[in-house]
């Protein structure tokens, strides 16, 4: 009798992949709604976090502070002393007389209060010059003329300082509160604290109250070129706001002082800091520059730019006001920029700041202001290969390991092709389906539905990706599946979960290879993941049914808090963005891409579990309608108006700029040809043009794009009255005439004084300007003449091109009244036959916030705007020349 043989000691399992056994590692459809709960929690658990701030303290709670602290009541009192004064644009009698007069009231008052350790110096710099200034590839030469700077000198035992920069004029129509005299009276605040404590810190402190930002960077370039204490500055801290409130994020640093981070990392009790805002900002995304710029490119010294950017609505509009601003955000702010500014100020690094760190860059980051982490660049990339590749080849040799048999692993490669090709092929579906969208919501007229509603954003666009992704998925399942293979439902998911690790890998090896330091993005992405692989391994989970889905589902949970992050803060700031973007680009599909990338971002490692869910397409169908009941509420329904007044709480404006404006012609010989006068616009976002001729525009009026102007065939750069240039050159502007001509009292005026060869084929044109007004000049030269040089500066800027033709553009800002200055230009004239004139001249006068020039018939029209409408009224003259 043949004896038995023994049994195997290792049993190998081979499962067919048919229903019923697939049905054995399937779950039910509560665990979809399992994922969707995760996510909302984890979105709303960043939500919280992003928007917490701390109570602020008030002068009784000084008793029980044995420290000096930041005391967000005499900051938000010093506030309320600015905001009361209403906009205050430079050279008005706001900003350069009484907001000048707050200052000096308060430091005075310091100086009085301060410790006899300390020494407070003040002085009030009254500058003129000029600069080159390039904005969205718009290139102009800006002059300034006695434009004011209050500074303060906080004196230490070195002289070597950091400085703290803010300014307090606003634009027109803004009171400015949170853009950004907030950050003033957080500076005159740390200043008020840190000379009433004992002994001098190592380096000095110079704080600058600077009132000639908004027109372009020009009261800080003043200092930095000019002021003697300029030169003593080692690095510098710039406080900006590009919203109405939140927390203040660190969103530029250097170049090449990591010091600074470390000094940021160590000492602030708040942090909220991405390098991933740094390089998103240097893209040129973000319709913003700062006087961070300035300080780096003239002054060559490093620094730090922190902003607010929350309720952008509101940003240069009347609603940046206290109304809408918290004293959290004062307190917040407050307490980090002093505990910052004391940790700089004793910085052993701050001296030789300059020589430092050169060809170094850090990697920094916070996760949700509990904790925040910072390490070289040159690290980080180490860090992003070792963890893009162990996110693949840890979960390989695990679920290998699990399967136990050598046969499956080419099945494990193949399933891990399949969930790298689902998770690409479900991104370009998502991105295609949001620009499909974005489309066909701009053929219907509805662009920016979601502007006072982004919540709509999660129906419009990222329930259609999702639908995508989960379609892609449930494709690659159905056409893809080996009904020989050795793997169970649940280990071909965990395989493909290894697919989206090697997607991920990709993107951030990428990014590394090409010097971006965002790679961190996705390599806290994948470690988070990779953590709860790691425990499905050690536990010997990946071949049980439900047990591994639980400890994935809890690392997503970190995860989504982790990405949602960027999705929250993308949608925050680009919504508001899109409606003072211009109208050239589709903001729509701004906003769909953000979404599908979110999507992604968010729940990629969530999508390859919706094979083992039992009937999915009920799950993708409820996304679906999901997705169509946001497109009906946005297209058919008021919830899809994209703007609000103020009486909704939240008020989300449609920004219009509206200038009544006078041309004067003028022949060869400077008499009058012809005169006339009508309506400037400048719309801001893609709807303004439907808006205007809706609400405001009347049949006959004679409303035309300015391409139609018959001026643009036949006078350089359309003689309109152009002031900041780049926006010409990028808004989309309307004209309607009017019949009557603006009141004008005074103007800028640009006198000719005779010409002169300076040598052979040069002439040199003398002028007299006379008029402390808000200005411009540009001029276009003839065929075969060229402009050389000029007084304004040493260097002529690059010609800036508008309306097909190239000229030069000159945008002059006046504080302090001054009077009447000499400006030469010269000219190239190549062909010595040339006869006739050389030069088209322009020269605008640019009146703000003066309602007693506005005409009756402006009056009205102005009355005629929705109120949910912010206007923002101006009164020009242009007189154009041939010379």
């Known amino acids: 009798m043949a004896k038995p043989k023994k049994a195997s000691k290792t049993a190998q399992y081979r499962v067919v992949d048919s229903d019923a056994a697939s049905n054995l590692h399937r779950v039910g459809p509560a665990y979809g709604l399992i994922a969707v709960l995760l996510v909302i929690a984890g979105g709303s658990i960043t939500n919280h976090f992003l928007r917490n701030l701390p109570d602020a303290l008030s002068v009784a709670d000084l008793e029980q502070s044995p420290e000096a602290v930041f005391i967000g009541e005499r900051a938000w009192k010093d506030l309320r002393s600015f905001t009361e004064l209403g906009p205050r644009t430079t050279g008005s009698r706001a900003n350069d007389e009484l907001a000048v007069g ?25 500058v003129t010059g000029a600069f080159n200034f390039t904005f969205y590839g718009t290139s102009m030469t800006t002059v300034y003329r006695n434009v004011q700077n209050v500074v303060v000198k906080l004196v230490g035992e070195s002289e070597d300082a950091v400085l703290l920069n803010c300014h307090f004029d606003t634009v027109p129509g803004s009171p400015g509160s949170s853009d950004d005299v907030a950050s003033c ?50 690095a510098f801290l710039n406080l900006e706001s590009a919203g109405s409130g939140g927390k203040e994020v660190l969103f530029q640093s250097g170049p090449n002082a990591p010091w600074m981070v470390d000094v940021y990392a160590r000492t602030v009790r ?60 004062i307190q917040r702010t407050g307490d ?60 390989y040799r695990g679920l290998s390991q699990a399967v136990g ?19 690409g092929g479900g991104l370009l579906l998502s991105l295609a389906t949001s620009a499909a969208i974005s489309h066909q919501m701009l053929a219907m007229d509805n662009v920016m539905s979601w502007y006072s509603n982004s919540w709509l954003v999660l129906g419009m666009y990222c329930a259609p990706a999702i639908v995508c992704h989960c379609l892609v998925q449930m494709f690659v ?41 965002s ?25 049980t049914i439900r047990a591994w889905i639980a400890i994935h589902l809890i690392a997503q949970f970190i995860v989504v808090i982790w990405t949602s992050f960027y999705y929250i803060v993308f949608v925050n700031l680009f919504v508001p963005i899109t409606g003072r973007a211009g109208s050239v680009i589709n903001p729509d599909f701004i906003i769909g891409i953000v979404a599908a990338l979110g999507v992604a971002l968010c729940c990629s490692y969530l999508f390859p579990l919706i094979i083992l869910i039992r009937k999915p397409l009920r799950l993708t169908a409820c996304f679906s309608a999901v997705g169509l009941t946001a497109l009906i509420l946005a297209c058919f329904t008021s919830v899809g108006f994209p703007y609000r007044d103020a009486s909704a709480g939240e008020p989300t404006s449609q920004r219009h700029l509206v200038t009544h404006t006078l041309r004067v012609f003028h022949d060869e010989l400077g008499l009058l040809k012809h005169m006339d006068q009508g309506f400037l616009f400048e719309v801001q976002d893609r709807n303004a043009d439907r808006m205007l001729r809706q609400f405001i525009a009347k049949e006959g009026s004679g409303f035309v794009p300015i391409q139609q102007m018959e001026s643009c065939q036949t006078e350089l750069f359309c003689a309109l009255p152009l002031d900041a240039m780049w926006r010409q050159v990028h808004f989309d502007h309307f004209w309607q005439p009017t019949e ?98 050389i030069v088209e001249l322009g020269v605008v006068t640019k009146f703000w916030d003066v309602p007693e020039m506005h005409t009756e018939e402006f009056n009205q029209f102005l009355a005629t705007f929705p109120p949910w409408a912010h206007v923002v009224p101006s009164v020009a003259v242009v007189n154009m020349f041939e010379l």
């Not at 470690?527 to 692989?533: E, K």
Request: aromatic share 12%; proline share 4%; net charge neutral.
């Open 185 to 234: 009276t957080v500076m005159l605040e740390i200043l008020r604290v840190m000379s009433r404590l004992p002994g001098r810190n190592r380096n000095s402190v110079i704080f600058l109250f600077n009132g000639a930002e908004e027109t372009l960077l020009q009261a800080s370039h003043g200092f930095i070129t000019q002021h003697p204490w300029g030169k003593q500055v080692k």
């Open 405 to 423: 048999n050598q046969r499956s692993n080419g099945a494990i490669w193949a399933e891990i092709c399949y969930g790298f090709s689902a998770m």
């Open 336 to 395: 980090n920029v002093l505990a910052l500014t004391r940790g700089m100020a004793n910085s052993e690094h701050l001296s030789t700041s300059t020589d430092e760190g050169q060809g170094s860059s850090t990697v920094f980051f916070d996760f949700l202001g509990l904790f925040f982490v910072n390490y070289p660049a040159r690290v980080g990339q180490l860090i992003n290969a070792v963890v893009a590749f162990l996110a693949v080849l840890i979960p």
């Open 740 to 837: 009557a001509a603006p009141a004008m009292s005074n103007m800028f005026t640009l006198a000719y004084e005779g010409r002169e060869n300076i040598r052979q084929g040069v002439q040199r044109i003398n002028f007299k300007a006379e008029g402390s007004i808000q200005s411009a000049i540009f001029l276009g030269t003839k065929a075969g003449v060229r402009l050389i040089g000029w007084s304004l500066q040493d260097v002529v800027a690059p010609p800036v091109r508008f309306n097909g033709q190239e000229g030069h553009f000159v945008y002059i800002s006046h504080g302090v009244p001054s009077g009447p200055w000499n400006i030469t230009m010269d000219f190239e004239v190549q062909n010595e036959k040339h006869e006739g004139t």
């Open 477 to 517: 399942n159905a056409y893809f599946k080996n009904p020989k293979s050795y793997l169970t439902t649940g280990t071909v998911t965990q395989a493909r979960l290894i697919g989206v690790s090697a997607f991920w890998s990709i993107c951030s090896l990428g990014l590394t290879l090409v010097g971006l330091r």
């Open 519 to 543: 790679g961190y993005i996705f390599m806290v992405l994948q470690l988070c993941t990779l953590a709860g692989t790691i425990l499905n391994w050690i536990f010997r989970l990946q071949r």
């Open 270 to 329: 708040h942090p909220f800091a991405q390098v991933m805002a740094e390089e998103l900002f240097k893209t040129g995304l973000i319709p913003s520059d700062t006087d961070f710029r300035i300080f780096r490119d003239y002054g060559n010294i490093p620094g730090m730019d922190l902003a607010h950017f929350l309720n952008g609505f509101r940003y240069h509009t009347r609603y940046d006001s206290m109304e809408y601003l918290s004293v959290g955000v």
């Open 102 to 126: 707050i200052f000096k009231r308060e430091i005075a008052a310091i100086q009085e209060g301060k410790h006899p350790d300390q020494e407070v110096l003040m002085e009030n710099q009254v």
